[in-house]
C-alpha cells in the first residue's frame, strides 16, 4: 500500500512537502515517483527516485523547484516543492517504480496552490 500525504492550500512562492509511505512490499526493491494530475488535464510525470537514491530524474516544469527523496528505512518518499505556483495545482500521487511500468499507486493528495 501507499499513502501520500502532506497536501493543503497554500500561497504561490511557498514550499510544501509531500509525504508517502508504503507498507506490505520490501520497499527498498523499488524506485519511486510522484505524479500529478491536474482537473480537466493528463496525469504528468512529476520525479522519480531508484532503489538507492542515486538516480533522480524530474518532469520538466519542475526541474529545478521540487527536491524528490526517499528512506528506506522508514519506507517513505518525500516530494518537496519549493516557489510553488499556482499550475502546480493538481492531485499528487505516489508510485512504484519497476523497469518502465508504475504497477501500485496510491491514493492522491490534494495541492492547492493560490495566486
Known amino acids: 500500500q501507499l499513502q501520500a500525504s502532506g497536501g493543503g492550500l497554500v500561497q504561490a512562492g511557498d514550499s510544501l512537502r509531500l509525504s508517502c509511505a508504503a507498507s506490505?512490499?520490501?520497499?527498498?526493491?523499488?524506485?519511486m515517483a510522484w505524479f500529478r494530475q491536474a482537473p480537466g488535464k493528463e496525469r504528468e510525470f512529476v520525479a522519480s527516485?531508484?532503489?538507492?537514491?542515486?538516480?533522480?530524474k524530474y518532469g520538466d516544469s519542475v526541474k529545478g523547484r521540487f527536491t524528490i527523496s526517499r528512506d528506506n528505512a522508514k519506507k517513505m518518499v518525500y516530494l518537496r516543492m519549493d516557489s510553488l505556483k499556482p499550475e502546480d495545482t493538481a492531485l499528487y500521487y505516489c508510485?512504484?517504480?519497476?523497469?518502465?511500468?508504475?504497477?501500485?499507486w496510491g491514493r492522491g493528495t490534494l495541492v492547492t496552490v493560490s495566486s
Open positions: 508510485a512504484t517504480k519497476w523497469g518502465s511500468s508504475y504497477p501500485n
Open positions: 506490505g512490499f520490501i520497499f527498498s526493491n523499488y524506485g
Open positions: 527516485i531508484s532503489t538507492s537514491g542515486n538516480i533522480i
